[in-house]
């Protein structure tokens, strides 16, 4: 368990460090595929946002 804690850890202070511009793309391809789930479902897709 401490392992896997210390690991999620890890890759948060990672993604900390990520320019804007990276976490805005990594948001843009979480919206997508929410998306694609929400329309797998028959439910309407949210706006993604363009960049």
Known sequence: ?????????????ELAQLPIEEKVKILVAIQ???????ISCGRKPLPEWKI
């Open 32 to 38: 997508h595929a929410s998306n694609q789930i929400r």
């Open 1 to 13: 368990m401490k392992r896997l804690l210390k690991a999620k850890e890890r890759r948060r202070r």
